[in-house]
Structure formats: C-alpha cells, structure tokens
C-alpha cells in the first residue's frame, strides 16, 4: 500500500477511472449484442441505428481514451460487414 499522500491519491483516481471505463465498454458490448441480435433476427432497419449509435458511442469513447482508435475503427469494420452481408 502507498505511503505517500499522492500516490494513495492516484490510487483513488485510477480506481475512479477504471470504474467509469469498465461501464463505457459494458456499455458498448451491450450495444455491439443487440446489433448482432437484430442482424440474426433479419431486423436490417434495426440493425442500420443500432451501428450508426453503436459507432458514435466508439468514437466519444476514443476520444476520452477509454479504446484505442485503430481498435474502434476494426470494432466499426466488423461490425458493417455484417450488415453489409446481411443485406
């Protein structure tokens, strides 16, 4: 355990952090499974707002460096070849 009054600190902020960044990518994964879902259940309409949200959730969650962009961008990638597919 830290000793020092800054480090126990950022102890604080980086749990803080972590927090608020594991419940963004919850967030996203959730979002990610109804896309899938709609895909599956033939709801192409559905599954067109689902990415269009699902690629604006990624993209604030890049620039708040909660995923790295190239990671967001393979996300998005996949994710409109499925729809694409779908089609």
Not at 56 to 80: D, G, M, P, Q, W
């Amino acid at each position: 355990m830290a000793n020092i009054k800054s480090a126990i600190k950022r102890i604080d902020v980086a749990k803080r952090n972590a927090a608020r960044n594991k419940s963004v990518k919850t967030e996203i994964k959730n979002y990610i499974k109804k896309f899938e879902s709609a895909i599956d259940g033939g709801k192409v309409e559905e599954a067109r707002e689902l990415l269009k949200l699902t690629d604006k959730k990624l993209k604030r969650a890049v620039s708040k460096n909660v995923f790295h962009k190239n990671n967001a961008s393979r996300k998005i990638s996949k994710l409109a070849k499925k729809l694409n597919s779908a089609k």
